[in-house]
């Protein structure tokens, strides 16, 4: 049984990480200090840091919950009725696309620095964590497409489900990168990519490379 005291530092943890998502999404990163976001969860920064140590790790907790989140919307998504491979799959990657561009550019820029800081190591690690959850998601999806008959069941779904979730991860940076890029742009890159993933690329191997 959960003790009052354990349910109160369940509240704080979760207070301060809605706060934290409102203000990286009105304030962006870096407008988004400690303190910023202690005064939005109504704590004080000393709090803040006691729970989570850095503003990384502050938001590193948003993106899990988001994920969390984006796991369970993307799952309630499948429906093979179209019998088209793409567009059964864009519903369930557009949850996670819209997850992540939610965010905004300048957070996702951040959060892409540190996954690749060696620095930080933990975030990495976290996010890496992650990432695997989704092609999993994805691999199980297309193990149930495989079985009616939307891919081709020789087909290793793991490795497949990393090539699926590549395009959104491509996308999302071309995304953070350009801000010309719409959501809707981002949508119609992903639909294309996915075309060309189940339709192949038209080689018939070795011989036909210059």
């Excluded at 140590?53 to 502050?58: P, S």
């Amino acid at each position: 049984m959960t003790s009052r005291r354990e349910q109160k530092k369940h509240e704080t943890f979760d207070s301060i990480v809605s706060a934290a998502a409102r203000s990286f999404r009105d304030n962006g990163y870096h407008g988004s200090t400690i303190e910023v976001i202690a005064a939005e969860a109504g704590v004080s920064a000393s709090t803040v840091y006691n729970y989570f140590g850095t503003k990384n790790a502050v938001l590193l907790a948003v993106v899990t919950r988001d994920t969390e989140h984006a796991l369970v919307d993307a799952g309630e998504t499948i429906d093979l009725s179209s019998g088209d491979p793409v567009e059964v799959l864009m519903p369930l990657i557009m949850v996670y696309a819209d997850a992540m561009m939610a965010l905004g550019r300048d957070v996702l820029k951040e959060l892409f620095r540190a996954g690749f800081d060696p620095a930080e190591s933990a975030v990495m690690a976290d996010l890496v964590s992650l990432d695997e959850r989704s092609i999993l998601q994805i691999s199980q999806v297309f193990t149930l497409m495989q079985g009616h008959g939307m891919a081709s069941d020789t087909v290793d779904s793991g490795s497949a489900a990393v090539l699926i979730y590549s395009v959104v991860a491509v996308a999302t940076l071309m995304f953070v990168s350009m801000p010309e890029m719409t959501a809707r742009d981002v949508e119609t890159m992903i639909r294309s990519q996915l075309r060309l993933v189940f339709r192949g690329l038209g080689g018939q191997g070795p011989a036909q490379l210059p």
